[in-house]
């Protein structure tokens, strides 16, 4: 039974656009999520966190939404830019700062000039 | 600072043999941690080491893996006898401590059992 889900394969945006990626997740214990970000032949990189104690995360050109109640986080990337193509999976765990980590199966970004 | 290095990046077997994949962690980093990705789906956890010892090792699909960290340094992997099901892409992963430091990942061994 997946834990984490990212319903949405693929998504493709046009630079300069807003970029929005959506992480659905059924476990209540989870607290603390992220974000990581894969290019091909590479390991995934971390992005951006929340704990479950906040509603939104901001750093940079990246904002995480959480959205407890309905089970929901999402990641913004405004302005999109073509270097943010990557596979991007969404991230949980039951303990804040925990790196034992329940992933979805990712989301294939592709920002187009 | 060297990122995690995982060698070989790429290891192709037939069912049945060995293969055993190596991981050198950040320096200093205690945690050691072993994820897989099978046939594009959800990156799934497999075990955590802090040092030599194994924290968890709850995600290990069966006894066919066998991870060790000897010392407390570098980790290996090792799947035998290989099966169809094991191919997928192997990542390690290391934090300085098991709690509020990102992971760092490394680039992966993809693993192919024909």
């Known amino acids: 039974d997946q834990q984490v889900k990212q319903n949405s394969p693929s998504l493709s945006v046009q630079e300069g656009r807003i970029s929005i990626l959506n992480c659905d997740y059924t476990?209540?214990?989870?607290?603390?999520f992220l974000w990581y970000k894969k290019y091909p032949a590479e390991g995934p990189t971390f992005l951006i966190s929340?704990?479950?104690?906040?509603d939104k995360n901001e750093d940079g050109r990246f904002t995480v939404f959480l959205n407890k109640s309905a089970k929901h986080l999402s990641l913004h990337i405004v302005p999109s830019q073509p270097g943010d193509s990557a596979v991007y999976f969404c991230?949980?765990?039951?303990?804040?700062?925990?790196?034992?980590?329940?992933f979805g199966q990712g989301t294939r970004l592709t920002i187009n000039p | 600072e060297a990122g995690v290095t995982q060698f070989p990046s790429h290891s192709v077997i037939e069912k049945g043999q060995t293969v055993t994949l190596r991981c050198d962690p950040i320096s200093g980093h205690d945690n050691l941690y072993w994820y897989r990705r099978v046939m594009g789906k959800e990156i799934k956890f497999l075990l955590h080491f802090v040092k030599e010892s194994k924290q968890d090792e709850s995600g290990m699909p069966n006894n066919r893996f066998l991870a060790e960290r000897t010392g407390g340094t570098y980790s290996t992997l090792k799947v035998q006898p290989a099966e169809l099901e094991d191919s997928g892409v192997y990542f390690c992963?290391?934090?300085?401590?098991?709690?509020?430091?990102?992971?760092?990942f490394g680039n992966g061994t993809r693993l192919t059992v024909t």
């Open positions: 992963a290391s934090a300085v401590n098991g709690h509020s430091s990102p992971l760092h």
């Open positions: 476990n209540s214990m989870f607290d603390y």
């Open positions: 991230a949980a765990s039951e303990i804040v700062g925990a790196q034992k980590l329940v």
């Open positions: 929340i704990s479950s104690i906040k």
